[in-house]
């Protein structure tokens, strides 16, 4: 399979960079209810539509769920590209719709999603009131589990860029898993392994694409948390977190990472194959680790007290929502020797002095505006011209 041409051609255009709101997927929405295939289930804190998306007639039941945390669009975007797909009338479009249904919920969290917040608007993260149910939004999702009774669930999320993978090299964790363990003891069972194996194969086709860039996250239980909880309850739960890609803060290639995933993933579900050896394969993924920063300057000189040392530091960038657009602001992150952390970018500035408008000490959480000797300045991280 192609799969760059099948991206290509069932790319959503009309989906582009990090904010994505119910503004944006609504039209899609419309355009793909003929038949009253998409459909309001219920209202968000602040009375926002939450909609689903059924399609396919197959016995393998699939739901799937994206921006339970407002900020997190890659895997929207992702899953619109695949609802392309499905739409496309091809043969693998009608493969997949014979072979399965889908449940779709493209957006849980619309009020987290317009804020640009994590959590919904009353503060809840939903991913954590799995039990509680204290949230229209989680009282949804769990609505929709026990009445569409899926064969199994995707859990779309995004994670920050700090994350990577690997020992000697490191690399950005561009695409992340979790198979949840559904008890204390993370046991796996015949549930976990039926998700384990989709994620085998979802990373099987990623390391062609993003070699060592595919993690596996820490599978400590807490049945708080959704995919947890569903784990639990005997329906093989696959966790999908879209991460950073070289460059791409935008995140239109790893959009690609997730299509790519997803559809792999499914072609090999109802394949019967031993799977053995498939949980020695999911344990062999990396652990995701927190060992990156946006940027880091290494061999700064500061001078205050007429003392001069030399150190390093690094920024990340905060998503800030201002008059409904997204900036990418860099702020101070760490200083110090930041021994196991790589920057994803890396500048080694060789002693030159760091100055900025206040004390010339750079001050965690200060918003980046400074200069490095006589001829470099920076704004926002990076070098002004
Ligand atoms: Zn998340």
Sequence with gaps: ?????????????????RYITLNDIEPLLLKFNSDNQVQIIGTSVLGKPIYKYELGTGNTRVLMWSQMHGNESTTTKALFD??????????????????????CLPMLNPDGALLYTRENANNIDLNRDAQNLSQPESKLLRTTFDTFEPDYCYNLHDQRTIYGVGS??????????LAPAYNENRGINKVRTKAIKVIVAMNKI???FIPNQVGRFDDTFNINCVGDTFQYLNVPTILIEAG??????????????VFIALVEGLKKINENDIVSKEIEDYMNIPHNKICFYDFIYKNIKISYDNNKIITNFALQFKEELIDKQLFFNVYTAAIGNLEGFSGHFEFDVEEALYEDLELNIPKIDQKAA????????FVNGVIEN
């Design 1 to 17: 399979m192609n799969y760059e041409n099948l991206f290509s051609q069932n790319l959503e255009t009309n989906l582009k960079g």
């Design 168 to 177: 000697e090299i490191i690399k950005p964790a561009t695409v992340s898993f």
């Design 82 to 103: 695949f609802l392309n797909l499905l739409n496309s009338n091809s043969e693998l479009a009608n493969k997949l719709l014979n072979e399965f249904t889908f449940c």
């Design 206 to 208: 990623l390391q062609d």
């Design 244 to 257: 950073h890609f070289q460059e791409d803060y935008e995140r239109e290639l790893t959009r690609k990472f």
């Design 370 to 377: 400074f200069s490095l000797g006589n001829s470099i300045k």
